[in-house]
């Protein structure tokens, strides 16, 4: 039977995720001198104009506006021939204080937020994400390595990826590759394909899974020399799908980044992850996606709900008997069991917060 698939990724400098590591680089800011911090930063940016916004209680004092600088020009928006300048952009901050309504259900260890939350793993991997997201990802860093590296010169800092997979029978094949990268105006266009065939394409994508039919696509309108925020505004939250499993699996809505742990909707979904993956990991199934609904202010969540889609290698009431002998998901223990706390958010913010060894969800348990 066949079937196709598409997941995108992006680089550091797609206004989106510009937005996304500037919140939560602030976070992190906020965390490291008080971890009782709550923060929900939102960041919205064009040429002309970076807007922080949110609320935000703690006992830290943070530069705010020194750190969405800082951050950007991190990312190479450091000249006014980009279009977007972080030395000279103007930079509005808009931030108050945590509700009072909001922070008595979160003082009483009650979830920050209503909704649902949905992690998800897979064996088609070593780090249990879907093929299509690693291979999305691993292009999407290649091209920032690539970059600030200068193993390509003349690029600029905002990029895409794309990645079909064509699945037919126990045969996976790319069908299509597209690869956006922005470069400088003298960059040879022709020169620019090749080295990312040979520096990126040829690193990241194995062999086996390419052939005569596979369609590569690099910048196919034939210029991307207009990137960034000069090009397209960004938004906080705005990538949830390269945030997690590019599609592949159901998404609640919650976006993650500038957000503090006591938000389930990205405390929860971190959780749900860890325990899908472990259900994996285990051989309990080849997959499976946990769903969890919360009320704001509750510990305790409404819903727990496995699927395996009819993957499971023994009966569901065991797979549900080892989630509930293993996890707990009140909102209180899963800030204390995966560490939340003293997490580096920054770490996450890129090429999806699901897939990376370091990171506390992605551990599995004896």
Not at 82 to 99: A, D, E, H, R, W
Not at 149 to 161: C, E, S, V
Not at 319 to 338: C, S
Request: proline fraction near 2%.
């Amino acid at each position: 039977m066949k079937k196709t698939i598409t997941v995108e990724s992006v680089t550091k400098g797609h206004p989106d995720k510009v937005c996304d590591q500037i919140a939560d680089r602030i976070l992190d800011a906020y965390l490291k001198e008080d971890a009782s911090s709550r923060v929900a930063c939102e960041v919205c940016i064009n040429k002309d104009l970076v807007l922080i916004m949110g609320e935000i209680t703690s006992k830290s004092e943070v530069d705010v506006e020194s750190i969405a600088r800082k951050t950007i020009l991190d990312i190479g928006y450091n000249k006014d021939e980009l279009g977007f300048n972080g030395y000279t952009v103007p930079i509005k901050v808009m931030l108050n204080k945590q509700s009072s309504d909001i922070a008595l259900g979160v003082d009483a260890s009650g979830a920050g937020d209503q909704g649902m939350m949905y992690g998800y793993a897979t064996d088609e991997c070593d780090n249990y994400m879907p093929l299509a997201c690693n291979l999305a990802n691993n292009l999407a860093k290649r091209l920032d390595e690539v970059r600030e590296n200068n193993i390509i010169k003349d690029l600029r800092p905002d990029g895409k990826t794309q990645v079909t997979l064509e699945y037919n029978d126990n045969n996976i094949h790319i069908k299509a590759l597209v690869i956006s990268i922005s470069h400088e105006e003298k960059k040879d266009k022709e020169l620019l394909k090749k080295e990312i065939i040979e520096e990126v394409i040829a690193i990241v994508i194995p062999k086996n899974l390419m052939d005569e039919e596979t369609q590569i696509f690099i910048n196919p309108t034939g210029n991307f020399v207009i990137c960034g925020p000069a090009g397209d505004t960004g938004l906080t939250g705005r990538k949830i799908m390269v945030d997690t499993y590019g599609g592949l699996a159901r998404h609640g809505g919650g976006a993650f980044s500038g957000k503090d742990y006591t938000k389930v909707d990205r405390s929860a979904a971190y959780y749900a992850r860890y325990v899908a993956k472990n259900i994996v990991h285990k051989k309990l199934a080849k997959e499976a996606l946990v769903s969890v609904s919360y009320a704001i202010g509750v510990i305790e969540p409404l819903q727990i709900d496995i699927e395996t889609f009819n993957t499971n290698l023994v009966p569901i009431k065991e797979i549900y008997q080892f989630v509930n002998d293993n996890f707990d998901f009140k909102t209180t223990n899963i800030i204390k069991e995966l560490d939340l706390k003293h997490v580096k958010y920054a770490d996450t913010t890129m090429y999806s917060h699901f897939g990376k060894d370091n990171l506390s969800w992605e551990q599995i348990i004896d």
